[in-house]
């Protein structure tokens, strides 16, 4: 089935490292979503992706959608204990009705 | 605003028992929906409504119904729980206009456990 993957599923870094998570389709997305969940918490947005190639920033987060809209990435830079949490994306996937479908999550892990 | 509300945040039921979890949002949202998230997994979507008497099923809508009378309120109604409905389960709300493009505010969560 149509499926968004993303790896790795665990990170765990010292404070301030960088951190990187990807996310895989195997058919072209619409757009993609990223979120934030919290230990315990749930999600919060924190950006979406519309065009080919793009590249968006949030301070110490860097966002991009590649160039054939089946990849994104999402890399933190010199990472902080206030990152910890896991990552989710979300594509949006049309053939014939939408769908979004998230990815399993990347859980970050920082020592401090 | 309290944004999305959802009750109870903890729920034990014993396997062939029905529950009602409520979902409520104070923000106009014309756009609901229904996720329930496994142990080290992402969302799956279940049932989701763009307004007031209209639903439409998710991914995994077996074993689930709900309703929307109001543009506030969107319950998930589970009937017969089984062990494979333990989950966390989370109620999400987007303003309207084009389905999936808008960011989804997501309640606290309903934490599940069927015995």
């Known amino acids: 089935g149509q499926q968004v993957m993303q790896i790795p599923q665990y990170q765990h870094v010292q404070e301030g490292e960088d951190f990187t998570t990807y996310c895989n389709s195997s058919?072209?997305?619409?757009?993609i979503q990223w979120y934030k969940q919290r230990p315990g918490g749930h999600p919060v947005f924190l950006i979406q992706?519309?065009?080919?190639?793009e590249v968006k920033k949030q301070k110490r987060l860097t966002f991009q959608f590649g160039e054939a809209k089946k990849n994104s990435s999402l890399h933190i830079t010199a990472t902080q204990t206030t990152d910890v949490g896991t990552y989710f994306c979300a594509g949006l996937i049309i053939q014939g009705a939408q769908k979004l479908v998230f990815g399993q999550g990347t859980r970050l892990t920082i020592n401090p | 605003n309290a944004g999305v509300t959802q009750t109870p945040k903890f729920r034990i039921l014993k396997i062939g028992q029905s529950m009602t979890l409520q979902c409520t949002q104070d923000m106009n949202h014309n756009y609901m929906y229904w996720y329930r998230q496994d142990p080290g997994m992402g969302l799956k979507l279940i049932y989701y409504?763009?307004?007031?008497?209209?639903?439409d099923k998710g991914e995994v809508p077996n074993g689930y119904n709900v309703s929307r009378s109001t543009t506030e309120d969107f319950p998930l109604r589970l009937e017969l729980a089984a062990p494979s409905q333990t989950s966390v389960y989370f109620c999400a709300s987007t303003p309207g206009g084009v389905l999936w493009t808008d960011t989804q505010y997501f309640g606290p969560g309903t934490r599940l456990t069927v015995l």
């Open positions: 058919t072209t997305l619409s757009n």
């Open positions: 992706l519309v065009k080919s190639g």
């Open positions: 409504s763009v307004g007031a008497g209209i639903t």
